[in-house]
C-alpha cells in the first residue's frame, strides 16, 4: 500500500504545471526596451493619421518578497501627424524633456504571483507620468491557473476589472510557453471611465451589447521561458482597439489603435539605487484621472498667470467681436471658460471691477463665469446678486446657465443652498423659482454619483413643502413640487403623497393642479425607484375620486415607469368600466401610440400595449377631439440606433371645451440612450371669463338669491367652487424644469405696477410708444456654451482616450432705429390716436448669429493632444437698413432700402476635420492635417487600387509599428479601386438674377469628403463640407438709387398704378383716377387680351384645344423616357369620350397596358364601364364623373363597385344656366364638368371695369435716370350675396417685359368655388385651374376638388415628381390603399364622401395612381348623416362652405331638448323619463358660484302632452305655457304680448320672441345661446363657455356620458327615473300644487346582510307624498340602501344624515307620481 501511495505522489507531482508567473530574483536587475505607440484615424487607406510614440528603457530590480522597483530611462515621445507612411515621426524635444524630469527617480511597486500591487511614486511626479508607470505595469499582471489552459476570469488592470480570457500554451520540450489574454473592454463590472456633462442622458441597461456604438477589446501576448528555479518573461505585446461608429455603420467608424511591446534586452547584477525621496502610495494599477484641470478640446493654453490672460484674452473678444471674427472669438470664449476654472476668488473679483463697467465686457464676462462652472465661479455669481451688482434681468438670464453647468459636488452644494436664503432672490419671485428649480436639478446630478442621497440636500426642498401647506401657499407648493421633481430621489416620495387624496385626505381640499403637480413630480423618481412608482401612480390613476386631469397625469407617470404586460392589462381592464370617458380616451390613444413605437427601449412595453388595446372596445377608438388624446409622433432607425418621438398630451376636463392641460415633449434616442430634449406644457383654467362680458352684478340679482334658497331644497346640492382665470406654463431642458410661470389678473397687475406705476393698461401702452418713440440705439452681444460632453477611459499605454463634444453660440446685433411720430401724443391719450398718426422710421438693424461645435477623438491632456478634431459651423448674417413711412389714415406704407452694394453672406454651413497634434511645451508649433488629402497619394490618387500592392514596399518599416486596424481597414479594394482623387470634389452654385433690382441670390455647394472609399456617413462627413447663401451686386445699364416698396390700400388705391409706357413712375391725379385710369387699366396691366370677348363657339374652342394639346407631354414624366408618346397620351385624354375617330383603339391600347401589370384591374375597370354605360351617359372622362338620370338609380348603381370605381355627381349638375369661372386653359377633356371650366375661363368678366381696385403693390428699382423696374400687384374683389369673386394681376413694370400672373377665384354658387392661375407672356405660356364643388359620391354627401393643367414650369414640374416620388411610401404609412391606374395625363381630383359626422371616404386620383381608404376619422363630428340627400343637405341660397363651418361651430354647443317622455341631455344621452303632474323640475341651472340663470319644467295636469318652464334670469322671472292652445307669456307675474319682441334694460341683454309656433328667448350673456318653447317641445342651447358648469336634468355638458345621472349631491342615479325625480322641488304641500316630497325610506319587508337580520335605510331620498296625502300612482326605481343590525337604534326619526352613509345594497322600490290630499290637513 505504501508503494502504491508513494505512485500516485510522484504521477501527481510530475504531472503538474510548472509555475508561470514570472519571477525577478533580489539582487539582479532586468533590462527591457519598451515602445507603445497610439494611433487615431479612419481604417482607410490614403487618411491622415495622429498618433503618438513613447520608447524607453526599463530596469526591474526586486528588493524584497513583493517590493520592486522601477526605473525608466532614455524616454522619447514622438509626434505622428500626416499620411502614413510618407510623413515621419516628429520628436518632441520639450516634452521628452518633460517627462524625462518626472522619470528621472525610480517608482516602486508590488508584484506577488503575477498580480500587482499599490504602486509608490514620487509625491511631485505628474498623474500623467503615473499613468504611463501604469500602463508598463498593466502589461506584467497575469493570473495562472495551474490546473486549466483555457479559462475566464474578472481580472483588474489600468482599465477596471474585465472579463478575461486566457489561453496558454506550453511548450515544455523548450521550456517555453506562450500566453494569451484578451479582454472585451464593454464588459467590465468596476470600468474606468470619466463622463462630464451626460447627467441627463439615460443609459439603457437592458439593451444588447453587441449594437453599442462604442466597442473596445485589447489583446496581450506574453512569451515565457522557464526551468526548475524560475519563470522569465522574455517579451510582451498588447494591442487595443476603439472602435468609434457615430452613425453605428460597420464600415463607418473611427478607430483608437494602441500598441505595447516589451523585450527582455539584458540581466544584470548590480540593483536599482534606491529613491533619494519619499514615495507616496498612488493606489492600484486602476487608471487615476486627474483631479487637476480637465482640458477642454480646444486649442492648449500655456497658463502662468491667469489673470493677466483673462484680462487679454477678454480684449481680444470685445475687439474680435466688433471686427465679426466669429470663429476666432468662440475659440477665444471657450478659452476664456477654461481660464475662470483654474482662477481665484479674489482675481475674479479683479477682473469685475476692471470690466463691470464697461458694457460688452460685462457680456462676455458673465456668460464665461456661468459656462465655468467652478465653485469659485458660482460663489462670485451668488455674491453680486446679493450685493445687487446685477439687474433683475442679468441674474435671471445668468442663473439658468450657471445651475446648468456648474459641477455638482459638496462645495458647490453649499453655495447653491446660500443661493435659497439670500434676502435680494427671496424678494423676485422670478429668481426665486429659478433658484428652487436649479438647486434641484444639482441634487439631481450630485446623487447620481452617489447610491444613497443625503438627506440635508434633500431638506430645503422639503422644509419649504411643509411651510406652503401650513400656510396654505398653492404657489409654494407648486414650487416645492416641482423643485423635489427635478431632484429625483426616491426619500422625497412621502413628501409628494402629502399632496394626493388618495394617501393623505386632508389633500382633497388644495388645488387640482397641486394634485397634478404631486403625481408629475414621480417621474423623475421612476428613473430610480420604477417599483414604487408604478405602485403610487397605479392607485392614483384608479382612484375615481380624483379629476380627470389628475388620473391622466398619473397615466403618463405610470408608463414612464415601463410597466409590464400585467400591469398594462389591468389597466385595460379597468377602463372597461370606467365612468370617465376623458380618462379612457387619453389612456386608449396612450396604449395606442404606445403599440406602434419602434424604439428598442420600449420594446416590451410596446408589446404589451398591442395586446392590452384588443381587450378594449373599439368605441373608445371613436372618440371625438371633445375628449383627451395623446398625439404620438416618431421614427427610429434601428440600422443606425438614432430616432426621436414627439408627442402631445391633451388632457381634457368636464368645464372645458378645450384642453386646459397640454404637454408636448420631444425626446431623442441615439446608441441605447435617451434624453429628454425638451417640453412645454401649458395650462389654463377659466379663460372663458376672459371673453365674457364683464362687470354683471349677477350677485346682486334676484335669481343668485332664489338659487342659494334652492339649493337648500335640493338635499347634497353644492355650487361649483371659484376659479379665477389663470394661464401657467413651464418649460423643461434635458428632462429638468428650468422655470414656469403663473399669470392670472394679479400677477399682471403686478407687472404692469412695476414697470409702470400704474395698474392701468393705457398707461402702459403710452409708455410703450413713448419708449419707441425715443429711439433704439446700441449694440448687444450674447455668448453661450451651448454643451459640453466628455466621456474618456484609459488606454493600455496610460493615455487617456477622449470622445468629446463641444459647441459655444455667439448672438449679436448692433441697432440703430429713429422713429418719429406725427401728430404727437397727447396728454389724454387713447390708444385710438395710433390710427390717426404718420410713422417714420429709420432703421439700420445688423443682426448675427453663429454656432461653432468641436467633436474631438483622441489623447487630450494639459501636456499634448493628439487625434481627430471635426468643426462645424453655422452662421447667419443678415443687414436690414430701410426708411418706412406708415400713414395710417391714408392706408398707405412706404418702405425704401439701399440697393446690393457689396457681396453679403447671409448664411453658411462649414464642417472640416482635422488630425492634430499640439503639445504644451511648443504651444504655436501645431500640426495639422486634412483628413483628406489635398495632392495626390500613393495607391489610391491617380490610379486605380491594386489589391496585391497593399503588401509592396514593406521597407525599412518594422511590421511592429504598423497601426495594423488603421491602415488595413476592410478588405475592400474592389470598392477603392472604382474611385479616383478627382471623385472626391464635388462643387455647385445655383443663381438667380434679379436684374430688376440689380441683385442676385446664389446657393454655393462644395463637398469634398471621402465618401468614394466607403459609402457611409461617417466618411461623407470626412473632409470639407461648404454651404452658403451669397447675395451678390448685379451690373444693370443704370446704376439702382433704392429699392422701395409701396402698398395702398382703400379708395386711392387706384391712384397707384404704374403705367408702363409712362417714363417713370408718375402717380395719377384722384380727380382722373376713374376717367384716366379706368381708361387705360387693362392696357397698363397688360391684359386686354386676356378678357378679350370673342362670339365663338363651344365647338370651335374644342377644336382648338384638340390642336393644341398634341404637343403637351405628361407632368411627372421624363422628355426623354415618357410611358407613352405626347401624341397618344394626349390623344387617348382628349378621346375619352369614344367620338374622336381612333379611340376604340386608343382604349384598346391602355387595356393592353393595364393587361401587363394585371388581369384582374383590367377586367374589373371594364365591366364597371358597360356596367355603368346602361343607366348613365358617360361624360367620357377617366376621373369617373358621369351624368346619371336619376339619384336612386345612381346609388344602386354604385352600391357594390369598390370606392376606387365610384365617380362624383356635382349638386347642380342639371342646372343648364350655370356660370363658369375664367378663361385660363380651354385644353381640358371635353366632358361636361371640364367644359364648364374651360367655358368659364373663355368668357371671364375684368372687375375692374366696375370696381377699383382694394389693394395695390409695387415693389420697384429706382434707377438713377428716373426709371423704374419691378413688379406690381393690383387686388379686385366682387362680394355679393349669393357669389364672390377676386382677381389679382402680378405683372412687370419694366418698359420691355410682357411677363405677367393672373389669378382669378370665385364662388360660383352655393356648391361650387372656381380658380385659375395663368403667368407668362401676357399671361399665356402656363396655367393651372381648381375646381371645388359639392355633389353626391355613392349615397354619401361629397365635396370634390380638381386641379387641371396644360403646361407648366419646369420649377413646379420638378417640385411635382419629387413629391410624387414621396405620395406612395407616405400613403403605406399612413395606412391608405393604392392602385397602379393610368387617369387623365393633365388632371389630379380629391373626392371626400361624408359617410357619418365623424368618417369620410377619401379618394385621390394622380395621372398614374389612385390612392383611396374608407372611414377615415375625422377630428371634428359634421352634423350630417349618412344618406342624406344632396338637396336637403343645404339649401341653395346659403354658402355651403359657409355651412360645413357652421356646422363645426355648431357641434362645440350643446343642446338639450325635450319632447313629451323623451329628454336628450346637453352630452347626447337620451332617455324616457314621465315627469310627475305639476311639480316643477329644474331642467338646466347654472351651478358656478355666478348663479346667472334656472330653467324649471313641469308637466300639466290638463294634458300629458303639455308643459309649462319658468326661467329665471337676473330680475327676471319669465313664465311660458299653453292657455287654450295658445303659448303665452308673463313677466315678473305680468302678461305680455308675444307679438312684440321683449328686450331687457339690464346690464346683460335678454331678447323674447316668436318663432316658428312658440317662443324663442335669447341671453347669450347669461350663457343662454337660444331657448325655444312651443309648449310640446323644448329646447336649450348654452354658450360653450358653460361646459363642466351647469346641472339639473339636462346634465353637466360634460361630455361625460357614463355618469349623466348625477343627482344634487353627486350621487349618481341608478336608473332614469330616480335622477329625474332628484331634481324636483319640493313646495310647501298646502300652498303649492305639487304635493310631492323627497324622503329617506326603509325597507320594510326581512333583510339579512352578512348573514345576519339588519334594517335598511335609502341613502337617497325616495319620492313620496306628502303627509296626509296618498299615493294614486307610483313607479319602481333602484336605490342603495345603508344596512345596520336589526338591533340598532338607527332610525328615520333621528338626526343621522343617512346620505353620508356607505351604500351596502341594491334595492327597488316604489316611488310615488300621483297624490290625493283629501286627508291633507293645512292650516286656515
Known amino acids: 500500500m505504501k508503494a502504491l501511495i508513494l505512485a500516485l505522489v510522484l504521477t501527481l507531482v510530475g504531472g503538474q504545471k510548472q509555475d508561470l508567473e514570472p519571477i525577478f530574483h533580489t539582487g539582479k536587475t532586468y533590462l527591457y526596451g519598451y515602445e507603445s505607440f497610439t494611433w ?47 510623413d515621419p515621426f516628429t520628436p518632441s524635444v520639450r516634452l521628452t524633456e518633460t517627462i524625462t524630469a518626472c522619470f528621472s527617480q525610480a517608482f516602486k511597486f508590488e508584484y506577488t504571483e503575477g498580480k500587482v500591487g499599490n504602486i509608490f511614486a514620487p509625491e511631485d511626479c505628474p498623474i500623467l507620468c503615473t499613468n504611463l508607470v501604469r500602463g508598463i505595469l498593466n502589461m506584467m499582471q497575469i493570473t495562472i491557473k495551474k490546473s486549466q489552459n483555457v479559462y475566464e476570469l474578472q481580472e483588474a488592470g489600468i482599465e477596471g476589472i474585465c472579463q478575461t480570457k486566457y489561453v496558454i500554451q506550453d511548450d515544455s520540450k523548450n521550456n517555453h510557453a506562450t500566453i494569451s489574454k484578451s479582454k472585451d473592454l464593454m464588459d467590465c463590472q468596476e470600468k474606468a471611465v470619466k463622463n462630464m456633462g451626460m447627467a441627463y442622458i439615460r443609459p439603457c441597461p437592458t439593451c444588447p451589447l453587441k449594437v453599442r456604438n462604442i466597442k473596445g477589446t485589447v489583446t496581450f501576448t506574453y512569451k515565457m521561458k522557464y526551468d526548475n528555479s524560475r519563470t522569465l518573461m522574455t517579451s510582451a505585446t498588447s494591442e487595443q482597439v476603439y472602435q468609434i461608429s ?29 529613491p533619494k ?18 482640458q477642454m478640446p480646444i486649442p492648449l ?10 484680462t487679454e484674452t477678454l480684449r481680444q473678444l470685445v475687439q474680435n467681436n466688433k471686427e465679426g471674427a466669429t470663429k476666432e472669438a468662440s475659440t477665444k470664449f471657450l478659452q476664456m471658460v477654461q481660464l475662470f476654472r483654474i ?10 471691477v476692471q470690466f463691470a463697467n464697461d458694457l460688452p465686457y460685462r457680456d462676455w464676462f458673465l456668460s464665461a463665469i456661468c459656462a465655468a462652472g467652478a465653485t469659485d465661479t458660482f460663489r462670485f455669481l451668488k455674491q453680486k446678486i446679493h450685493d445687487e451688482k446685477l439687474n433683475i434681468w442679468e441674474a435671471a438670464a445668468t442663473l439658468p446657465l450657471a445651475f446648468h453647468f456648474v459641477t455638482a459636488n459638496k462645495q458647490t452644494l453649499e453655495v447653491a443652498s446660500t443661493f435659497l436664503t439670500c434676502p435680494q432672490i427671496q424678494k423676485a419671485p422670478i429668481l426665486r423659482i429659478i433658484v428652487y428649480l436649479g438647486y434641484g436639478s444639482m441634487v439631481n446630478k450630485y446623487c447620481a454619483q452617489t447610491s444613497l442621497c443625503p438627506n440635508e440636500l434633500l431638506q430645503p426642498l422639503h422644509d419649504l413643502a411643509t411651510e406652503a401647506t401650513s400656510k396654505g401657499d398653492a404657489k ?80 403618463v407617470v405610470l408608463f414612464e415607469t415601463k410597466p409590464a404586460l400585467p400591469t398594462v392589462t389591468a389597466m385595460a381592464s379597468s377602463l372597461l368600466t370606467e365612468p370617465s370617458l376623458q380618462v379612457a380616451s387619453f389612456t386608449y390613444s396612450h396604449m395606442k401610440a404606445l403599440a406602434v413605437g419602434r424604439i428598442p427601449q420600449l420594446y416590451n412595453l410596446s408589446a404589451a400595449c398591442n395586446i392590452a388595446i384588443k381587450l378594449l372596445s373599439p368605441r373608445l377608438d371613436r372618440l371625438s377631439y371633445r375628449y383627451s388624446k395623446v398625439i404620438h409622433l416618431g421614427i427610429y432607425s434601428s440600422e443606425y440606433q438614432a430616432g426621436a418621438i414627439w408627442r402631445l398630451y391633451l388632457m381634457n376636463g368636464p368645464s372645458t371645451m378645450f384642453p386646459p392641460d397640454i404637454i408636448t415633449k420631444v425626446r431623442a434616442y441615439y446608441a441605447n440612450t435617451a434624453a429628454d430634449i425638451i417640453e412645454v406644457a401649458l395650462r389654463s383654467q377659466s379663460l372663458t371669463k376672459l371673453i365674457r362680458k364683464q362687470n354683471i352684478p349677477f350677485a346682486e340679482y334676484d335669481t343668485y338669491k332664489t338659487l342659494k334658497e334652492l339649493g337648500k331644497m335640493l338635499l347634497g346640492w353644492k355650487e361649483l367652487p371659484p376659479e379665477d382665470p389663470l394661464v401657467s406654463a413651464y418649460i423643461k431642458v434635458l428632462g429638468q424644469e428650468i422655470a414656469f410661470v403663473d399669470i392670472d389678473k394679479e400677477a399682471i397687475q403686478q407687472t404692469m405696477t412695476s414697470l409702470t406705476g400704474s395698474s392701468n393698461w393705457q398707461p402702459v401702452v403710452k409708455k410703450v410708444v413713448e419708449e419707441v418713440h425715443r429711439g433704439i440705439s446700441g449694440r448687444w452681444t450674447l455668448p453661450v456654451m ?15 482616450l477622449e470622445l468629446s463634444l463641444c459647441g459655444a453660440a455667439l448672438a449679436q446685433a448692433a441697432a440703430d432705429v429713429d422713429i418719429q411720430i406725427s401728430p404727437p401724443l397727447s396728454d389724454n391719450f387713447r390708444p385710438s390716436q395710433l390710427l390717426e398718426t404718420n410713422t417714420d422710421i429709420h432703421a439700420d438693424i445688423k443682426p448675427k448669429a453663429y454656432f461653432h461645435m468641436i467633436a474631438m477623438m483622441g489623447i487630450n491632456t494639459q501636456y499634448f493632444q493628439s487625434g481627430l478634431e471635426f468643426h462645424a459651423e453655422f452662421s447667419a448674417n443678415t443687414t436690414m437698413k430701410f426708411d418706412a413711412r406708415i400713414n395710417m389714415k391714408e392706408k398707405n406704407l412706404k418702405i425704401e432700402t439701399p440697393p446690393c452694394h457689396q457681396e453679403v453672406e447671409l448664411t453658411a454651413m462649414r464642417s472640416e476635420v482635422y488630425a492634430i497634434s499640439r503639445n504644451m511645451e511648443e504651444v504655436d508649433s501645431e500640426k495639422k492635417s486634412q483628413l483628406l488629402p489635398s495632392g495626390e497619394v500613393p495607391n489610391i490618387s491617380d490610379q486605380p487600387f491594386q489589391p496585391s500592392e497593399r503588401s509592396s514596399k514593406p521597407g525599412s518599416w518594422k511590421q511592429s509599428n504598423i497601426p495594423s486596424v488603421i491602415l488595413k481597414g476592410y478588405q475592400q479594394g474592389s470598392e477603392e479601386a472604382q474611385h479616383s482623387v478627382g471623385g472626391r470634389l464635388y462643387a455647385r452654385i445655383f443663381c438667380r438674377k434679379f436684374e430688376s433690382f440689380g441683385c442676385s441670390a446664389c446657393l454655393s455647394l462644395k463637398s469634398r469628403n471621402s465618401a468614394f472609399l466607403r459609402n457611409t456617413y461617417l466618411h461623407k462627413l470626412v473632409g470639407e463640407l461648404e454651404a452658403k447663401i451669397v447675395l451678390k451686386p448685379v451690373h444693370t445699364d443704370a446704376d439702382i438709387d433704392k429699392i422701395q416698396l409701396e402698398i395702398q390700400a382703400g379708395s386711392k388705391a387706384a391712384s397707384k398704378i404704374i403705367d408702363v409706357a409712362s417714363s417713370g413712375s408718375k402717380e395719377k391725379d384722384e380727380t382722373s383716377l376713374y376717367e384716366d385710369i379706368q381708361a387705360k387699366l387693362k392696357k397698363i396691366l397688360g391684359i386686354e387680351n386676356v378678357f378679350k370677348v370673342t362670339n365663338k363657339t363651344r365647338h370651335h374652342r374644342r377644336r382648338t384645344h384638340r390642336t393644341d394639346k398634341t404637343a403637351v407631354t405628361d407632368l411627372w414624366a421624363e422628355p426623354s423616357a415618357t410611358p407613352l408618346s405626347s401624341s397618344s397620351s394626349s390623344s387617348a385624354a382628349s378621346s375619352a369620350d369614344g367620338k374622336e375617330p381612333g379611340n376604340k383603339h386608343k382604349k384598346d391600347e391602355i387595356h393592353q397596358s393595364r393587361k401587363k401589370r394585371g388581369s384582374s384591374s383590367s377586367s374589373s375597370s371594364s365591366s364597371v364601364s358597360s356596367a355603368s354605360s346602361k343607366i348613365c351617359s358617360s361624360s367620357g372622362d377617366h376621373s369617373g364623373d358621369r351624368h346619371c338620370s336619376g339619384d336612386s338609380e345612381y346609388a344602386n348603381q354604385q352600391a357594390n363597385l369598390p370606392v376606387y370605381q365610384l365617380w362624383f355627381k356635382p349638386t347642380d349638375e342639371q342646372d343648364p344656366g350655370r356660370e363658369v369661372l375664367n378663361s385660363s386653359i380651354s385644353s381640358f377633356s371635353s366632358s361636361a364638368s371640364d367644359e364648364s371650366i374651360s367655358g368659364a375661363i373663355s368668357q371671364p368678366k375684368f372687375l375692374g371695369d366696375s370696381k377699383p381696385p382694394i389693394l395695390v403693390a409695387v415693389l420697384r428699382a429706382i434707377h438713377r435716370n428716373d426709371q423704374s423696374t419691378g413688379l406690381q400687384l393690383v387686388l379686385y374683389t366682387d362680394t355679393q350675396p349669393t357669389r364672390s369673386r377676386i382677381q389679382m394681376f402680378v405683372s412687370s413694370i419694366t418698359g420691355s417685359s410682357r411677363w405677367k400672373l393672373c389669378a382669378d377665384a370665385s364662388v360660383k354658387n352655393s356648391h361650387e368655388v372656381l380658380g385659375s392661375l395663368k403667368w407668362g407672356i401676357d399671361c399665356q405660356d402656363y396655367q393651372i385651374a381648381a375646381q371645388i364643388a359639392t355633389g353626391q359620391f355613392a349615397a354619401y354627401p361629397a365635396m370634390q376638388m380638381k386641379l387641371k393643367w396644360t403646361k407648366v414650369s419646369s420649377v413646379v414640374r420638378t417640385t411635382s415628381r419629387w413629391f410624387y416620388s414621396f405620395l406612395p411610401e407616405a400613403a403605406y404609412v399612413l395606412g391608405y390603399s393604392q392602385r397602379q391606374q393610368r387617369g387623365p395625363s393633365h388632371q389630379a381630383m380629391l373626392v371626400m364622401a361624408l359617410t357619418s359626422p365623424r368618417t369620410c371616404d377619401v379618394v385621390l386620383k394622380l395621372p398614374e395612381l389612385t390612392i383611396y381608404d374608407r372611414a377615415v376619422r375625422l377630428p371634428l363630428q359634421f352634423s350630417s348623416s349618412p344618406g342624406t340627400p344632396i338637396s336637403t343637405l343645404t339649401s341653395t341660397d346659403q354658402n355651403v362652405f359657409f355651412q360645413a363651418t357652421l356646422s363645426i361651430i355648431e357641434n362645440f354647443k350643446a343642446r338639450c331638448s325635450v319632447f313629451q317622455s323623451t329628454i336628450t341631455t346637453f352630452n347626447g344621452v337620451e332617455f324616457n323619463y314621465s315627469m310627475p303632474a305639476n311639480c316643477y323640475h329644474v331642467l338646466v341651472q347654472d351651478c358656478s358660484p355666478e348663479l346667472k340663470f334656472l330653467v324649471m319644467m313641469k308637466r300639466l295636469e290638463e294634458s300629458a302632452d303639455l308643459t309649462a318652464i319658468n326661467v329665471r334670469l337676473a330680475s327676471h322671472e319669465v313664465d311660458m305655457y299653453v292657455s287654450n292652445g295658445l303659448v303665452q307669456l308673463k313677466i315678473n307675474g305680468v302678461q305680455a304680448p308675444t307679438d312684440v319682441p321683449y328686450t331687457s334694460n339690464s346690464d346683460a341683454s335678454m331678447l323674447i320672441s316668436s318663432e316658428k309656433e312658440g317662443l324663442s328667448l335669447k341671453a347669450p350673456d347669461y350663457g343662454i345661446d337660444k331657448l325655444y318653447y312651443d309648449g310640446h317641445r ?134 310615488h307620481t300621483g297624490c290625493s290630499c283629501q286627508q291633507q290637513s293645512c292650516p286656515p
Open 246 to 274: 457615430p452613425f453605428n455603420e460597420p464600415n463607418g467608424a473611427a478607430v483608437m489603435e494602441a500598441r505595447q511591446e516589451l523585450s527582455l534586452v539584458d540581466i544584470k547584477r548590480t540593483p536599482i539605487s534606491a
Open 1578 to 1711: 323644448l329646447e336649450i342651447q348654452v354658450a360653450f363657455w358653460m361646459a363642466g358648469k351647469t346641472c339639473g336634468i339636462c346634465g353637466k355638458y360634460d361630455a361625460e356620458k357614463k355618469r349623466e345621472y348625477q343627482m344634487p349631491s353627486g350621487y349618481l342615479a341608478k336608473d332614469a327615473v330616480s335622477f329625474g325625480q332628484s331634481w324636483i322641488i319640493s313646495e310647501d304641500p298646502c300652498a303649492g300644487a305639487c304635493k310631492l316630497q323627497r324622503k329617506f325610506v326603509k325597507i320594510e319587508k326581512p333583510v339579512a346582510f352578512e348573514k345576519k337580520a339588519a334594517k335598511c335605510f335609502s341613502v337617497e331620498p325616495v319620492l313620496r307624498c306628502a303627509e296626509g296625502c296618498s299615493a294614486t300612482r307610483t313607479v319602481p326605481v333602484s336605490a342603495g340602501f345603508h344596512c345596520v343590525p336589526a338591533d340598532s337604534a338607527l332610525s328615520l326619526e333621528g338626526q343621522i344624515r343617512l346620505d353620508q352613509k356607505s351604500e351596502d345594497i341594491v334595492s327597488r322600490v316604489s316611488a
Open 301 to 310: 493654453i500655456r497658463i502662468k498667470n491667469p489673470d493677466l490672460q483673462l
Open 476 to 555: 409654494d407648493m407648486a414650487l416645492a413640487l416641482k423643485a423635489i421633481g427635478n431632484a429625483g430621489d426616491p426619500a422625497s416620495i412621502k413628501r409628494i403623497l402629502k399632496f394626493l387624496p388618495t394617501f393623505a385626505p386632508a389633500a382633497a381640499s388644495l388645488p387640482k393642479r397641486i394634485h397634478a403637480d404631486a403625481v408629475l413630480a414621480l417621474r423623475k423618481i421612476a428613473r430610480k425607484d420604477p417599483v414604487k412608482v408604478r405602485e403610487i401612480s397605479l392607485q392614483v390613476f384608479m382612484d375615481n375620486t380624483l379629476a380627470p386631469n389628475v388620473r391622466m397625469a398619473a397615466c
Open 786 to 800: 451651448v454643451g459640453e460632453l466628455r466621456h474618456i477611459v484609459p488606454t493600455v499605454v496610460g493615455m487617456p
Open 343 to 352: 482662477v481665484t476668488l479674489e482675481q475674479i473679483e479683479s477682473l469685475w
Open 277 to 294: 525621496t519619499q514615495l507616496q502610495n498612488q493606489g492600484s494599477l486602476r487608471y487615476r484621472f486627474s483631479g487637476e484641470l480637465l
Open 40 to 86: 487615431h484615424g479612419l481604417p482607410s487607406r490614403g487618411l491622415a493619421m495622429a498618433g503618438v510614440r513613447l520608447t524607453c528603457k526599463l530596469e526591474i530590480s526586486r528588493v524584497s518578497h513583493s517590493n520592486h522597483l522601477l526605473q525608466i530611462r532614455s524616454p522619447k515621445l514622438e509626434e505622428y501627424n500626416g499620411f502614413w507612411p510618407m
